[in-house]
């Protein structure tokens, strides 16, 4: 007589044998999140200024979680609420504060030792341009003291514009070349895009106003080259209810959404929230032997690299015209002679063409000449007449350009010139005398004939 188990038995003890198996398994390794370099975005326009605990408890929850520690605070808890990704949250679900679960990454700093945390600021985009800081960190014992000290504080908070996708894009740009792997960001902000370049302008501003500033702005960072920018990165998809420009990462750039922090009590006037992103890559388990030597951390492979465009940034310059520039010395062998310079990349920021130049000869002021901004436009300056023949120092200074050019000049000597003059009046009327004398002389004898 066989003796058989029926269908579902067996469906329980294979089940069984799989778990038994996996766990088995699981235990061999210790599982967590990969390590790479770190952004955070700040919003300073006055939109969110006077939300001071959102931005406290905002730089209270990166520095929990960028260390290591976790989103544990029970005040913080109290106020926030974290809508989490499913697809992240088996991953990170101990960083944003769920009990722990088989799989769940192993609480540890997101940065390594040497790795890079870049600060930047979202609102105008004169502070988008310039806020970028990268800094490389020794050790993850001094995370918390680095994010508190780059944190914007909410005096700085002033700008009347969020140029949004902007800064999200500079981001994109400055760590897609330094971080191959991907990175981590941290976003604070209402989100809200409302940039200065748009068509209709800043709030506030009026029409006039912001028909110059636009003028300006062209010259140096045309609003095509903005969204030339954002688009390499995000695709625009439409604006929303608010009609507030929405983007969305492109197909060929990865921004996957890990969890937003929203504050829950008096929402309506709370503006600050928190996104953390991984950008360019999507996170995956780092698996590492439970051995007492184990072998190094197993990485994620590069993905594709971007291509990577920075709009030139120029300088301006004084440049010497006229073979100066190209020479040690130059001579000139007639007095008062011309010196032509112009200003090169005039149009650049940082130069006043209202502020007249210092001319000087010898470290004597000598003369002024107002320059123009136009890069066509050449200036020229006589040398004095009165210099005596030698090697002379001319220095032209402007001080908005915060530089100066050196050439030396030497006035050739006429004595040679005076000297070869007199000798040769001598000698033709040397000439003169004795060719008369000789006609004088010939006189008597032809009238004998």
Same mark, same amino acid.
């Given at each position: 007589?066989?003796?058989?188990?029926?269908?579902?038995?067996?469906?329980?003890?294979?089940?069984?044998?799989?778990?038994?198996?996996?766990?088995?398994?699981?235990?061999?390794?210790?599982?967590?999140?990969?390590? !790479?370099?770190? #952004?955070?975005?700040?919003?300073?326009?006055?939109?969110?200024?006077?939300?001071?605990?959102? /931005?406290?408890?905002?730089?209270?929850?990166?520095?929990?979680?960028?260390?290591?520690?976790?989103?544990?605070?029970?005040?913080?808890?109290?106020?926030?609420?974290?809508?989490?990704?499913?697809?992240?949250?088996?991953?990170?679900?101990?960083?944003?504060?769920?009990?722990?679960?088989? @799989?769940?990454?192993?609480?540890?700093?997101?940065?390594?030792?040497?790795?890079?945390?870049?600060?930047?600021?979202?609102?105008?985009?004169?502070?988008?341009?310039?806020?970028?800081?990268?800094?490389?960190?020794?050790?993850?014992?001094?995370?918390?003291?680095?994010?508190?000290?780059?944190?914007?504080?909410?005096?700085?908070?002033?700008?009347?514009?969020?140029?949004?996708?902007?800064?999200? #894009?500079?981001?994109?740009?400055?760590?897609?070349?330094?971080?191959?792997?991907?990175?981590?960001?941290?976003?604070? %902000?209402?989100?809200?895009?409302?940039?200065?370049?748009?068509?209709?302008?800043?709030?506030? /501003?009026? #029409?006039?106003?912001? !028909?110059?500033?636009?003028?300006?702005? #062209?010259?140096?960072?045309?609003?095509? +080259?903005?969204?030339?920018?954002?688009?390499?990165?995000?695709?625009?998809?439409?604006?929303?209810?608010?009609?507030?420009?929405?983007?969305?990462?492109?197909?060929?750039?990865?921004? =996957?959404? =890990?969890?937003?922090?929203?504050?829950?009590?008096?929402?309506?006037?709370? !503006?600050?929230?928190?996104?953390?992103?991984?950008?360019?890559?999507?996170?995956?388990?780092?698996?590492?032997?439970?051995?007492?030597?184990?072998?190094?951390?197993?990485?994620?492979?590069? @993905?594709?690299?971007?291509?990577?465009?920075?709009?030139?940034?120029?300088?301006? +310059?004084?440049?010497?015209?006229?073979?100066? +520039?190209?020479?040690?010395?130059?001579?000139?062998?007639?007095?008062?002679?011309?010196?032509?310079?112009?200003?090169?990349?005039?149009?650049?920021? @940082?130069?006043? %063409?209202?502020?007249?130049?210092?001319?000087?000869?010898?470290?004597?002021?000598?003369?002024?000449?107002?320059?123009?901004? %136009?890069? /066509?436009?050449?200036?020229?300056?006589?040398?004095?007449?009165?210099?005596?023949?030698?090697?002379?120092? =001319?220095?032209?200074?402007?001080?908005?350009?915060?530089?100066?050019?050196?050439?030396?000049?030497?006035?050739?000597?006429?004595?040679?010139?005076?000297?070869?003059?007199?000798?040769?009046?001598?000698?033709?009327?040397?000439?003169? =005398?004795?060719?008369?004398?000789?006609?004088?002389? %010939?006189?008597?004898?032809?009238?004998?004939?």
């Amino acid at each position: 007589m066989k003796f058989t188990l029926p269908a579902s038995v067996w469906q329980v003890l294979l089940l069984f044998l799989a778990s038994a198996f996996s766990s088995s398994a699981q235990d061999q390794y210790r599982i967590f999140a990969p390590a !790479k370099d770190v #952004a955070m975005l700040v919003d300073v326009s006055v939109s969110v200024k006077s939300d001071r605990d959102g /931005h406290e408890d905002a730089k209270k929850i990166i520095q929990s979680i960028v260390s290591g520690r976790g989103f544990k605070n029970q005040n913080l808890n109290d106020k926030w609420v974290i809508e989490a990704n499913p697809e992240m949250i088996g991953l990170f679900g101990a960083y944003l504060g769920q009990p722990p679960a088989a @799989g769940t990454a192993e609480l540890r700093p997101l940065l390594a030792d040497n790795s890079s945390f870049l600060t930047m600021r979202i609102g105008t985009v004169q502070t988008v341009l310039t806020s970028g800081t990268a800094r490389k960190l020794k050790t993850t014992a001094e995370l918390d003291t680095l994010i508190e000290s780059t944190y914007p504080k909410t005096g700085e908070m002033n700008d009347k514009s969020t140029c949004f996708w902007l800064a999200m #894009a500079r981001a994109a740009g400055t760590l897609s070349q330094q971080s191959r792997l991907g990175y981590y960001l941290f976003v604070v %902000s209402d989100e809200e895009d409302d940039p200065d370049y748009r068509k209709e302008g800043p709030p506030g /501003h009026t #029409a006039s106003d912001y !028909k110059a500033y636009t003028e300006t702005l #062209a010259k140096t960072y045309p609003e095509t +080259a903005i969204r030339g920018e954002i688009a390499r990165y995000f695709d625009f998809i439409g604006p929303n209810a608010r009609k507030v420009e929405m983007y969305r990462a492109r197909s060929d750039f990865k921004q =996957i959404l =890990i969890a937003k922090f929203f504050q829950s009590r008096g929402r309506s006037s709370k !503006k600050v929230s928190l996104a953390w992103y991984a950008m360019g890559v999507v996170p995956q388990r780092v698996r590492v032997p439970r051995v007492p030597t184990p072998p190094p951390v197993v990485l994620e492979q590069p @993905g594709p690299q971007l291509a990577h465009y920075e709009a030139p940034r120029l300088q301006p +310059a004084i440049q010497w015209l006229g073979g100066i +520039a190209e020479v040690n010395h130059k001579r000139f062998d007639y007095p008062g002679p011309l010196l032509v310079w112009q200003v090169k990349n005039a149009e650049a920021s @940082g130069f006043d %063409s209202d502020v007249r130049p210092v001319v000087q000869v010898d470290n004597q002021s000598r003369r002024n000449r107002k320059m123009i901004s %136009s890069r /066509h436009d050449q200036q020229t300056w006589p040398l004095p007449a009165d210099l005596d023949p030698g090697d002379h120092e =001319i220095i032209l200074r402007h001080a908005s350009l915060d530089s100066e050019s050196n050439i030396s000049i030497r006035r050739s000597s006429y004595f040679w010139l005076y000297t070869l003059a007199i000798i040769s009046v001598a000698l033709a009327l040397g000439v003169f =005398i004795l060719s008369w004398r000789t006609l004088r002389q %010939s006189r008597p004898a032809r009238a004998a004939l």
